[in-house]
């Protein structure tokens, strides 16, 4: 007998040298990529603060506040070349506030609906139509917003908001065009609203079987189960779907060009048009003078900041519920 | 004694129906119920409105030379296509998805087969983080990385999409990875094939299909995102070319966006019929790869 069995033959020297080498080439190319993936977070905020750092030394911790936006460059025009981001980040507040108002409630009804009341058919059609919802890209979502979304406020909510609460200046009359503020917070809203509606699914989902159907066994109603074991205990995850969602409506810049209509004046319409961090820099980016490229990037930094700090929060919420469950459950 | 008979009295002959505060509760109860149900309603009936919108508007515009000729030149032209747009939306997402497909799968490999709890945890951070970035920051960055001082490039838009690709390719190959039964990989080991070649010859083929799917959901989402590309491929020309690494390419999203801003009836036309082939894209793609997901999903679990 010439040929040996299989499993007495000895691996060739090759084959062993070919898989040590192969365990370590494997683990290097993916600790390479995790490597690549940290690098360009950390590049991203390298980037945009040095971008902005004429700005930064120019105008400082002000730049937040004031609401001066001059590109003028000719020296006779008064705050010539004067960059402040104060309206912008009001317009973003408020708008991404309308949207977060009109998204969160909705939300929250809809991961309720799929989790817990949805007949399994229905659930499992519905449950896929509203996440494809968060498919449609901006950019469609706002164009039919332009078109179709903003004249329909234009003459159904708006004059009703402002024949009713007309008296508070912030119901002016209704934008004759149909776009602004109130409009683009809407879109917002739409696009926030399927991912508040997922993440709350899930977390309800989450909830042990036992304690809705001890409630219900308890006598209470179906309503008064979801409010007392599912809402009451899944508050924190409610919160962080919130935050996500409005992390969401707060970088959006393309649909909230498209819908806000143009002019930047902190007005005291919610009608009126306005501007936010994200659809000026889709508007001016990357500018024509030096100081303006510089206070756009600076504008990208503010964003950067609320993003990392709206994101980082969500997971710390996520994580101190898990951890104060888990000692109370097991 | 009488303690035990202070509690409330149950008279067994009183007929069991709902009374007082129980029909109070029972109303609350429907109402509640009824409002859930309606806001899932208010949902589904906005995307049905979208789509219905754009494809009423866009199936007007669209034709066979409506997909295979250039715009007409001019503002405001009439006729003419969105060729070059498809071209180069087609070159842009396939060099992202290039760029994005090793760094997400090895991310994910790493994640699931190499990672202690302490090195797992600051790059699933990471990921978080770049899959929350506004995509106009991303756009942002890769201009000041790339394009100030230089001329725009379709490439760098792939750049801008592959960040936005890679923590949704990562994400879903990590979900797939975590399916993988514990006993193939152990009864692999201990025929002593090393792990290596377990990871390449079965973990992955096995999870293969799951990959394949998360890709294709993130084509599709990058497929969609304008803003990356508004610094990076915006200045281009109409007529179409393969030059990803020369020059800016025409793209759907932003033809879409520059014609939603005109006041010409006739690039709000073409804007539609961009809209149109855009979304049934995409619609495709996140169906079909939903549909292959669930599929997918019961062949490993049954592994």
């Known amino acids: 007998m010439t040929t040996a069995s299989p499993a007495a033959a000895p691996l060739s020297s090759t084959r062993r040298l070919a898989d040590r080498l192969g365990d370590r080439v494997l683990v290097g190319l993916t600790i390479l990529a995790s490597l690549v993936a940290t690098a360009v977070l950390v590049l991203i905020v390298i980037k945009l603060v040095s971008g902005a750092s004429l700005a930064i030394s120019r105008f400082g911790l002000s730049f937040l506040w004031h609401s001066t936006w001059n590109p003028a460059t000719s020296v006779g025009v008064r705050n010539a070349g004067v960059f402040g981001a104060g309206t912008l980040i009001f317009g973003t507040a408020v708008t991404s506030t309308i949207g977060l108002v009109v998204a969160g409630p909705l939300g929250i009804a809809i991961g309720v609906y799929l989790s817990l009341l949805a007949p399994g058919r229905a659930g499992a059609l519905i449950g896929p139509l509203v996440e494809l919802l968060a498919a449609v890209p901006s950019v469609i979502i706002g164009f039919w917003g332009l078109i179709f979304l903003g004249p329909f406020l234009k003459n159904t909510i708006e004059p009703a908001f402002h024949d009713v609460l007309g008296f508070i200046p912030l119901f002016g009359p209704p934008n004759p065009t149909g776009d602004g503020i109130f409009t683009a917070g809407i879109v917002l809203a739409l696009m926030a609203l399927p991912i508040i509606a997922a993440i709350t699914r899930d977390i309800f989902l989450s909830v042990p079987r036992e304690l809705k159907d001890g409630a219900l066994a308890l006598g209470s109603t179906r309503w008064e189960m979801i409010r007392g074991v599912v809402l009451d205990s899944q508050r924190a995850g409610i919160a962080a779907a919130t935050i996500l969602g409005l992390s969401r409506a707060l970088g959006e810049a393309i649909a909230v060009t498209q819908t806000i209509g143009t002019g930047s004046l902190i007005g005291n319409s919610l009608f009126g048009n306005g501007d936010t961090l994200g659809s000026r820099l889709a508007e001016q980016f990357p500018g024509t003078t030096n100081v303006q490229v510089s206070a756009l990037f600076f504008c990208a930094v503010i964003l950067l900041v609320i993003e990392l700090a709206v994101n980082l929060a969500a997971q710390l919420i996520v994580r101190r519920s898990a951890h104060r469950q888990g000692l109370v459950a097991r | ?264 009836p006739a690039d709000h036309a073409r804007a539609w019929g961009a809209a149109l082939v855009l979304i049934v894209f995409i619609l495709i793609g996140n169906l079909g790869a939903r549909a292959m997901l669930a599929r997918q999903r019961r062949k490993i679990v049954s592994l």
Request: aromatic share 6%; glycine share 10%.
């Open chain 2, 1 to 264: 004694m009488s303690a035990f008979d202070a509690g409330p009295t149950l008279d067994p002959t009183r007929p069991l129906i709902a009374a007082g505060n129980l029909r109070r509760r029972r109303r609350m109860d429907l109402l509640m119920r009824g409002v859930a149900t309606a806001a899932a309603g208010v949902a589904v009936a906005i995307l049905l409105i979208v789509i219905v919108t754009v494809a009423g508007k866009g199936a007007s515009q669209l034709s066979i030379s409506f997909l295979v000729k250039d715009p007409s030149v001019g503002i405001g032209a009439v006729g003419g296509g969105i060729a070059s747009a498809i071209v180069g939306t087609g070159l842009i997402v396939a060099l992202a998805t290039v760029m994005a497909l090793p760094v997400g799968v090895l991310i994910a490999i790493y994640l699931t087969e190499f990672s202690t709890p302490r090195t797992a945890r600051p790059i699933r951070l990471v990921l978080d983080l770049l899959n929350g970035m506004p995509s106009i920051v991303i756009g942002v960055f890769v201009y000041g990385l790339l394009i100030e001082g230089h001329q725009q490039a379709g490439w760098a838009g792939s750049f801008a999409l592959s960040i936005i690709m890679v923590p949704l390719v990562a994400r879903a190959t990590g979900e797939m990875l975590q399916l993988v039964p514990r006993e193939l990989r152990e009864a692999s080991h201990a025929l002593g094939i090393s792990r290596w070649r377990t990871i390449v010859g079965i973990v992955l083929p096995s999870s293969l299909g799951g990959i394949l799917t998360g890709t294709v959901l993130a084509i599709a989402r990058a497929a969609g995102e304008t803003a990356p590309l508004l610094f990076t491929s915006s200045i281009f020309s109409n007529s179409t070319t393969v030059n990803i690494f020369g020059t800016a390419l025409p793209n759907i999203p932003y033809l879409i966006f520059q014609d939603s801003e005109s006041a010409f």
